[in-house]
Structures are given as C-alpha cells and as structure tokens.
C-alpha cells in the first residue's frame, strides 16, 4: 500500500519511515512538508497539491505537530485517503471528533496512534492486571528535555502540550493497562515564566476500587530517565519500566511480550494494514482527554524560566 508522510521532522525521519521501508506491505509514495524531504522519495511542501497530484496514494500519516496537523489531516480524509495520526491526535477534543466523524462520513479509516501502547510489555501488564484487586498506582515520567525535543519550539505554544508531549504516552499506557477508567480530580501545572506550556505537572485521578492513582511528569529530568508505572495490588506489585519496555511482577522480570525485534512503530503500520483491510477505524481519545481535563482544572504556577 502506498503511502505520504506530512511533516518531515524527527518522528518521521527516526520512526516512520524506517518502519515503512521494512514492511513489505508499505511503500513511501510521496513526503509532504514544507522545508524537509527524504531521499529518493518524491517531495511536495503542500498537502493540497500531493492530494490533487497522487489519487493513487491511498493512505497519509501525518508527523506535523498537533496544531498544524487538523487541517492536513480534514484535507486528506475530505479526498477520501485513510489517515494515521501521530500523538497526540490533535490540538483540541472538538477537532479530534471531526476527524472521527469525517473519516465515518468518507467511509475511510482513521487510526489515531498511541506509539507507546505498543510497547512490547504493556499488553501482559494489561493482562496481568486485568482480575487484581488495586491499592495504588504511581505514574513517573521523567525526562530531559533538552535530549528529547532540541529547537522544537512548537512544544512549549499553546497546544504543543509541553511536557504533557511525553505525559500522554504514559497516559496511553496507563488507560490501556488499568482496569477500570480513571478521572482525573486535580492537578499542577509547573509552568516556565517565558513559556505557555508546563515544564512539569504532578496529576490526581479518581478510580472506582478508590485506590489512589497519582502521576509525576517532569522535564528537568538530568541523569536516568524515567518512564515508569508501579501498581500495587492486593495480590502483588506490578513495574512496568522503560516506557512499557520491559515488566517486573512482585520484583520478578517478565517475558512474553512481543518479539524483541518487533517495535512500536512497525507495530503501528501492521495494525494500519489490518484496520484498512477491516475497514474500521480507531479512534480512541481518552489519553487526551485526562490532558485536557488538567488544563481545565489544573493549578497553574510559575517556576522559573526555561532556555534551551
Ligand atoms: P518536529 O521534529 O518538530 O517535526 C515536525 C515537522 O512538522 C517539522 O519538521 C515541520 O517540517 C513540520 N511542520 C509543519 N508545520 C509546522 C509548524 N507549524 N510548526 C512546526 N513544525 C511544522 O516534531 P516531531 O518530534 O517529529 O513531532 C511531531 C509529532 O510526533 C508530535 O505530535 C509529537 O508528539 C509526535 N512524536 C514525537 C516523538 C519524538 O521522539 N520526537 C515521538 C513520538 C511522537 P517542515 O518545516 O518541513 O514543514
């Protein structure tokens, strides 16, 4: 199946396309962005121009940032192509429900991807935790951003999300493994004098066993990175490490998950091949919206100014 990467930045450059080049049943059409290309790949720096010139590129998976990225992507599923979305799936909710109910309307599909939920041990922690008994959950996502995210200044704007940017992968985690839904009750928002986003948040949800579930995000993080989930239960601990990598049960390494050679993003395109094929679409948002509920209720406070 042919396919347009929109938005030719680090994601695309260190993920997409080496997903897409290893799966036979991919192949990259065309590159749509307005300063960057990959070789030997056929380069437009308009999506309504590549959509106008390539009817025959029936799938576009967009790597701009959240806020640019509606448009392109109302563009291509008004042209009839299916779309993927990378995370998070859009600037606000409302847009995020157009695209759902445009794709449905098209008869396309529309995949709004959690790369993070494909992470090789998440499905057993989801599996192991499915008949527990809970007592806490403590979420702890904790990087540097200067490592991650250099010269991307988008990120710290309205809608760029800050250090929510990597927060939502923890959460599309943790709305996968837990069972039952949260809701969030309160948060802060450690927020840079010269920035519009927050550089760190501590989150508080509500959960029906009322066992309290707690996250810790932070981008000033220097040393070991942090991306790690740790339950208790009554019947034992569970740690899920490394951004979903790897899964410690009462202490105990676990394996089981997928193949090592099998990563999150060639994971993506394989389940885009089967949502095509099934012609249905996934669109969940509930990530998105414990970010959204934190900006509404969470309590802003000014810490000291950020430079790069
Ligand atoms: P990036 O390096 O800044 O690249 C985004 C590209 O989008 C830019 O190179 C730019 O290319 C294009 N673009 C179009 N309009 C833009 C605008 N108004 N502002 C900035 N760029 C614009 O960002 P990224 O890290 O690839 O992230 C893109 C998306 O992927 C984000 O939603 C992010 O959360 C997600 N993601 C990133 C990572 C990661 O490790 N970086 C991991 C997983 C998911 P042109 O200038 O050529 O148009």
């Not at 509404?296 to 000014?302: D, K, W």
């Amino acid at each position: 199946m042919k396919v347009a990467l929109v938005g030719i930045g680090k994601i695309a450059r260190d993920q997409h396309a080496p997903a897409i080049a290893a799966d036979p049943n991919w192949e990259l059409a065309a590159t749509v962005s307005r300063s960057g290309r990959l070789p030997d790949v056929e380069a437009y720096t308009d999506i309504g121009a590549f959509l106008a010139a390539r009817p025959d590129v029936p799938v576009v998976s967009l790597c701009l940032p959240p806020v640019p990225r509606f448009a392109a992507a109302e563009a291509a599923l008004s042209a009839g192509r299916h779309v993927m979305l990378e995370k998070p799936p859009g600037a606000t909710l409302s847009e995020c429900r157009k695209l759902a109910d445009l794709a449905q309307a098209s008869g396309v599909t529309l995949f709004a991807t959690w790369h993070s939920r494909a992470a090789a041990m998440v499905e057993p922690a989801r599996a192991w935790l499915a008949d527990k008994a809970l007592r806490s959950v403590v979420v702890t996502w904790k990087e540097d951003v200067r490592r991650w995210h250099p010269g991307q200044d988008w990120i710290w704007e309205p809608g760029g999300l800050g250090v929510f940017d990597p927060g939502i992968n923890a959460l599309s985690i943790l709305t996968r493994i837990l069972p039952g839904k949260a809701h969030l009750t309160e948060a802060t928002l450690e927020v840079p004098e010269n920035k519009q986003a927050p550089i760190a948040a501590q989150l508080r949800f509500h959960h029906p066993s009322n066992a309290p579930v707690t996250a810790d995000f932070d981008w000033r993080q220097e040393g070991d990175q942090i991306w790690r989930i740790d339950v208790e239960t009554e019947q034992g601990t569970l740690c899920l490490d490394g951004g979903g990598a790897s899964l410690l049960i009462d202490g105990e390494p676990q394996t089981g998950g997928r193949d090592a050679l099998d990563d999150e993003y060639p994971t993506l395109y394989a389940q885009m091949t089967q949502l095509i094929a099934s012609r249905s679409s996934d669109t969940d948002f509930e990530p998105f919206r414990h970010v959204a509920d934190a900006f509404l209720l969470g309590r802003r406070q000014p810490v000291a100014p950020f430079f790069e």
